[in-house]
């Protein structure tokens, strides 16, 4: 089993920054993959960014050039630095880990979801 805890977001002013931090604990060890996704209101929830345990990175292309993913391995943390944020960036992010503790099996975890708002 793994945990996600979520934080860093709020609100912010369209042009700012902000990052969003999510901390991984349990079964961190057999961690593939940690990234972040959102869920605009009446949306459906969206690729942001994903990094893997090798430092791999794909973002969506909404958000290329503007946000960063990184981790941090001692702390098992991965942020999400958002740059030059836009309004249609408010959303729920949530933290997601892929977990592989033997082969051929492969677990999926959800943090509980942090609100961020950009004002225009």
């Known amino acids: 089993q793994v945990q996600l805890e979520e934080s860093g977001g709020g609100l912010v002013q369209a042009g700012g920054s902000l990052r969003l931090s999510c901390a991984a604990s349990?079964?961190?060890?057999?961690?593939?993959?940690m990234g972040w996704y959102r869920q605009a209101l009446g949306n459906q929830r969206e690729l942001v960014a994903t990094?893997?345990?090798?430092?791999?990175?794909t973002y969506a292309d909404s958000v290329k050039g503007r946000f960063t993913i990184s981790r941090d391995n001692a702390k098992i943390t991965v942020y999400l630095q958002m740059s030059s944020v836009k309004p249609e960036d408010t959303a729920v992010y949530y933290c997601?880990?892929?977990?592989?503790?033997?082969?051929?099996?492969?677990?999926?975890?959800w943090g509980q979801g942090t609100q961020v708002t950009v004002s225009s």
């Open positions: 997601n880990a892929h977990e592989s503790p033997r082969a051929l099996v492969s677990y999926e975890y």
């Open positions: 349990g079964s961190t060890s057999s961690i593939t993959a």
């Open positions: 990094i893997t345990s090798g430092g791999s990175t």
